[in-house]
């Protein structure tokens, strides 16, 4: 039997009321963002910020990591982040994609 890779979007507001992202693949995390509203220096500095290159380096190892393999998309908007110990959020994700063979060449 084909692994199936999930790959899991998990929102949530934060405690300034402002929306946080993260996206964990097989329940580790591997991205996150949130607003830069505790250390607004950031974006003047351009530290710390998720671009265009940290999608890209992400999708080279997806595809180099789990070339041929299902794959499993799941969004779900959850009350807090849950620190990962292999365990992710208890309430029902909200599949949206489905599963879908990964296959580059």
Same mark, same amino acid.
């Given at each position: ?24 693949? @097989? ?33 080279? @190892?997806?595809?180099?990591? $789990? @070339? ?17 110990? @292999? ?6 994700? $909200?599949?949206?994609?489905?599963? $879908? ?5």
């Amino acid at each position: 039997m084909t692994e199936i890779v999930t790959i899991r979007v998990e929102s949530c507001e934060g405690w300034e009321g402002l929306s946080r992202e993260r996206l964990l693949i @097989n329940n580790q995390e591997v991205m996150s963002v949130g607003p830069l509203s505790e250390c607004p220096e950031d974006a003047i500095l351009e530290r710390d910020l998720v671009g265009p290159s940290d999608f890209v380096s992400l999708f080279e @190892n997806i595809i180099k990591d $789990h @070339n041929g393999k299902k794959i499993k998309f799941e969004y779900e908007e959850v009350e807090e982040f849950l620190i990962m110990t @292999n365990q992710v959020a208890q309430q029902p994700a $909200h599949v949206l994609s489905g599963i $879908h063979q990964l296959n580059f060449k």
